[in-house]
């Protein structure tokens, strides 16, 4: 039995779409078997050439009520933080949450991370996910416990969906996507939203599936395209200067640790990079 809040507890889901036909309503129906109400589904299309549009809008025309409101935009192909941050700009809700169009939630995550966010004064609460490999059925969890901050200071992910986010922490800071990466988006976007907010919390459960399958996976790109060291460490000085009057001392701490490990990290690449290069053998590049 669905649960139903009132109008001011609306829960904005924001999806981005580039060509996911065969994964997409999978996704809503995820949202759709959500207990908590009422929800408002945003989903950006960023420039899809199959047939995504066609089915979300078929799926929409069924779908949209008063207690699961729906949205569909498409826009010109611009990269997913650029869908992530107009679905930002047209939410209505309370609390955000980020889902990719080929991953599901679990139907009762928002429910019980809501449940916790209006009894406790938190504006993050962030749970486990698990791993699910379509092909072979292999299932690992990882669990997002213990000091995230220094965790993510430190290069960890802790996925884009586990978090439900209180809106107004991203309103008041401006805390947008950074459209200029092309890759570890989450972690710079959800590192700056842990820094700013006063507190989170940790609800365990495993209420997300990030799902490894055969179509192309944002994190492919990563095996062509070269790590963005200085846009990264860019956007990081940018956001710890501006905001340099919200956070805290031991958040611009984790800020600085971070920067650092970024810096050690490209100054190792272009070690090995540069030393790989000086090792090819001349004659085997005209074998």
Known sequence: ??????????????????????????????????????????????????????????????????????????????????????????STGKYIQFLDSDDTLEPEKIKKQIDILENIENEIAICDFRFLYE?????????????LIKDMSNGK????STPLIKKNLLSTNNILWNENLTRNQDIDYLFKVLCVAKSYIYTPGVWCNYIIHSGGQISDEYLSTQPQYIKRIKSLCVFSYRLRRVLSLKRKKYLFEAVVRLLLSMIMYLIKKYLNINNINPKATYI
């Open 1 to 90: 039995m669905m649960k139903s809040y009132s109008k001011s507890l609306i829960v904005t889901v924001i999806i981005p779409l580039y060509n996911r036909s065969e994964t997409i309503l999978r996704t809503l129906n995820s949202v759709k078997d959500q207990i908590h109400r009422p929800i408002e589904i945003i989903i950006i299309d960023d420039g899809s050439t199959d047939d995504s549009g066609e089915i979300v809008k078929r799926w929409k025309n069924e779908n949209n009520c008063n207690e699961l409101s729906i949205v569909y935009i498409k826009q010109n192909n611009a990269g997913a933080p650029s869908a992530r941050n107009k679905g930002l700009k047209l």
């Open 135 to 147: 092909k072979d059925k292999q299932v690992r969890i990882v669990k997002n416990d213990g000091e």
């Open 157 to 160: 992910s802790i996925y884009t």
